[in-house]
């Protein structure tokens, strides 16, 4: 908001007659106006008294004063869509909010995900929070429970936008489990699946790789069909995250987790094992490894490979072909390869079913001038057309009512069937994350960061599937024992 400082000028000289008059002050007022100023200055007079003349000096303290009735209103908007074409769009987007109301001044300042946390606990250390932060659902959870999210705000702009045009899952996501209200507002995301070779199935009669009886019994029939060496490729890098996203989903479809609801470590359940089981078992019939995203994405390409897991990222590279490191582009080997290509975002298990993937959400901070309740509601509106057309593929709608229009965002849509898309639009109803589980407290959802950083999942499939020098049972006992010593590490902080 804008300040006024007010500076009263005096004469740091005056000469005065001494008669039998008192001595007189000239003073000269100045206004000066100038944005965002904090603190603003009123100059005070002192007398010193001389034998021939009086002197004033100026004395400088700080003063509050009130902002002028008619000025903008300033919203704050960190936005992790930070680069640059993306940044132009929110502006733009942003012009044409402020067009329809005048009193706002909307402003973007684009962040990266990682520093996040970071930069919001300065800005609280200095009481200056911003109003509004795009950020990933990870982190609602941790803030909620500081008490710097405004969960009013957040229900209000859900209300406003239509609380039933919303899906269910990004809702149930963004709940929180203390207060049972909404923490923040769902945006977009994406979904991770299998993709397979849908051509093949069909011919083969084989159920969509959903169930893990169907999984594996499709990964065994699709070796030495037509071209295909392997029925997929699985994430064994030691050093490659894929593995983890890949593990989790299996995991959480069999009801395996890191924590219980008492906080206790649970890496060598029954059901963390039986998930390592039969995750190991699948490289019997996949891509010898070790493997990552990028192999996997190539052999399915190049028709080596049925099943691929990705996220909805790789629409456009399973129709361009994708780059290569020199700068080429892979020959696709199959034809018309996204038409042929079904989609299967959840996976079902012994003990439980789920899909995995992203949410993107708009986090409204405590403090927050009121107004930023209109921009949330404008960018999940009039603006949310242009956000999801920034990256189709990554961009998945929380909103009911965006879908259809999202399925004509990109050219590239038009390679796939409106069942695929329908699906890739449903895929929020089962997502999960070892991250979301609502009632895991800030510690355990830091120590889930570090079984993913510290690769703890790549290790252990490795080490089972590609060295053989664990089995399940051993490796769910690794884990045990390294899970129990990171959340130890992290208490003692």
Same mark, same amino acid.
């Given at each position: 908001?804008?300040?006024v400082?007010?500076?009263?000028?005096?004469?740091?000289?005056?000469?005065?007659?001494?008669?039998?008059?008192?001595?007189?002050?000239?003073?000269?007022?100045?206004?000066?106006?100038?944005?965002?100023?904090?603190?603003?200055?009123?100059?005070?007079?002192?007398?010193?008294?001389g034998e021939?003349m009086?002197?004033?000096?100026?004395i400088?303290?700080?003063?509050?004063?009130?902002?002028e009735?008619?000025?903008?209103?300033?919203?704050?908007?960190?936005?992790t869509?930070?680069?640059?074409?993306?940044v132009?769009?929110?502006?733009?987007?942003?012009?044409?909010?402020?067009?329809?109301n005048?009193?706002?001044?909307?402003?973007?300042?684009p962040?990266?995900?990682?520093?996040?946390?970071?930069?919001i606990?300065?800005a609280?250390g200095?009481?200056?929070?911003?109003?509004?932060?795009?950020?990933?659902?990870?982190?609602v959870?941790?803030?909620?429970?500081?008490?710097i999210?405004?969960q009013?705000?957040a229900?209000?702009?859900?209300?406003?936008?239509?609380?039933?045009?919303?899906?269910?899952?990004?809702?149930?996501?963004?709940?929180?489990?203390?207060t049972?209200?909404?923490?923040?507002?769902?945006?977009?995301?994406w979904?991770?699946?299998?993709?397979?070779?849908? %051509? !093949?199935? $069909?011919?083969? #009669? &084989?159920?969509?790789?959903i169930?893990?009886?169907a999984i594996?019994?499709?990964?065994? /029939?699709l070796?030495?069909?037509?071209?295909?060496?392997y029925g997929i490729?699985?994430?064994?890098?030691?050093?490659?995250n894929?593995?983890?996203?890949?593990?989790?989903?299996?995991a959480?479809?069999?009801?395996?987790?890191?924590?219980?609801?008492?906080?206790?470590?649970?890496?060598?359940?029954?059901?963390?094992?039986?998930?390592?089981?039969?995750?190991?078992?699948?490289?019997?019939?996949?891509?010898?490894?070790?493997?990552?995203?990028?192999?996997a994405?190539?052999?399915?390409?190049l028709?080596?490979?049925?099943?691929?897991?990705?996220?909805?990222?790789?629409?456009? %590279? !399973?129709? $361009?072909?994708? #780059? &290569?490191?020199?700068?080429g582009?892979?020959e696709?080997?199959?034809?018309e390869l996204a /038409?042929?290509?079904?989609?299967?975002?959840?996976?079902?298990?012994?003990?439980?079913?789920?899909?995995?993937?992203q949410?993107?959400?708009?986090?409204?901070?405590?403090?927050?001038d009121?107004?930023?309740?209109?921009?949330?509601?404008f960018?999940?509106?009039?603006?949310?057309?242009?956000?999801?057309?920034?990256?189709?593929?990554?961009?998945?709608?929380?909103?009911?009512?965006?879908?259809?229009?999202?399925?004509?965002?990109s050219?590239?849509?038009?390679?796939?069937?409106?069942?695929?898309?329908?699906?890739?639009?449903?895929?929020?109803?089962?997502?999960?994350?070892?991250?979301?589980?609502?009632?895991?407290?800030?510690?355990?959802?830091?120590?889930?960061?570090?079984?993913?950083?510290?690769l703890?999942?790549?290790?252990?499939i490795?080490?089972?599937?590609?060295?053989?020098?664990m089995?399940?049972?051993t490796g769910?006992?690794?884990?045990?024992?390294?899970?129990?010593?990171?959340?130890?590490?992290?208490?003692?902080?």
């Amino acid at each position: 908001m804008k300040k006024v400082l007010f500076l009263t000028l005096a004469a740091l000289s005056i000469i005065l007659i001494l008669a039998a008059c008192q001595p007189e002050t000239v003073e000269v007022t100045r206004v000066v106006t100038e944005t965002e100023v904090q603190e603003v200055t009123r100059v005070v007079t002192e007398v010193v008294e001389g034998e021939a003349m009086e002197v004033t000096r100026v004395i400088t303290e700080v003063v509050e004063v009130p902002a002028e009735e008619g000025d903008k209103t300033v919203i704050n908007f960190w936005s992790t869509d930070n680069e640059a074409e993306r940044v132009e769009v929110y502006e733009d987007i942003a012009a044409r909010f402020m067009a329809e109301n005048p009193d706002i001044d909307l402003r973007i300042l684009p962040i990266t995900e990682a520093e996040v946390s970071q930069r919001i606990a300065t800005a609280q250390g200095a009481n200056r929070l911003p109003d509004i932060v795009r950020m990933g659902i990870e982190r609602v959870a941790a803030f909620s429970a500081e008490g710097i999210l405004d969960q009013d705000a957040a229900a209000a702009v859900i209300a406003a936008v239509g609380e039933d045009d919303f899906r269910t899952g990004p809702l149930a996501m963004v709940t929180d489990a203390a207060t049972g209200n909404y923490a923040a507002v769902p945006f977009d995301g994406w979904i991770q699946a299998i993709w397979y070779r849908q %051509d !093949l199935y $069909d011919q083969l #009669g &084989l159920e969509p790789p959903i169930t893990w009886q169907a999984i594996q019994a499709s990964c065994e /029939a699709l070796v030495g069909e037509g071209n295909l060496l392997y029925g997929i490729t699985l994430g064994t890098d030691p050093g490659q995250n894929y593995g983890h996203q890949v593990f989790e989903q299996v995991a959480i479809s069999n009801n395996a987790w890191p924590f219980d609801e008492d906080g206790n470590v649970t890496m060598d359940t029954p059901e963390m094992i039986e998930a390592l089981q039969f995750y190991t078992d699948l490289q019997n019939c996949a891509a010898p490894g070790p493997q990552y995203w990028q192999g996997a994405r190539e052999l399915y390409q190049l028709d080596q490979s049925g099943m691929l897991f990705y996220s909805t990222y790789i629409m456009d %590279d !399973l129709v $361009d072909g994708s #780059g &290569l490191a020199d700068g080429g582009q892979i020959e696709i080997a199959v034809d018309e390869l996204a /038409a042929n290509t079904g989609f299967a975002s959840e996976m079902v298990g012994p003990n439980g079913s789920a899909s995995y993937g992203q949410l993107v959400t708009m986090a409204i901070m405590q403090g927050a001038d009121p107004a930023a309740q209109k921009v949330v509601e404008f960018f999940l509106t009039e603006g949310y057309a242009d956000v999801l057309g920034l990256a189709p593929f990554g961009k998945v709608p929380v909103l009911e009512s965006a879908v259809e229009p999202w399925k004509n965002s990109s050219e590239y849509f038009a390679n796939y069937s409106d069942e695929t898309l329908e699906q890739i639009a449903n895929g929020y109803d089962t997502m999960q994350r070892w991250l979301f589980r609502p009632d895991y407290d800030a510690t355990e959802r830091a120590v889930v960061g570090d079984i993913e950083g510290r690769l703890l999942i790549p290790t252990v499939i490795s080490n089972i599937a590609l060295e053989g020098t664990m089995t399940p049972e051993t490796g769910a006992a690794f884990l045990q024992e390294q899970v129990e010593a990171l959340l130890a590490e992290r208490t003692s902080e």
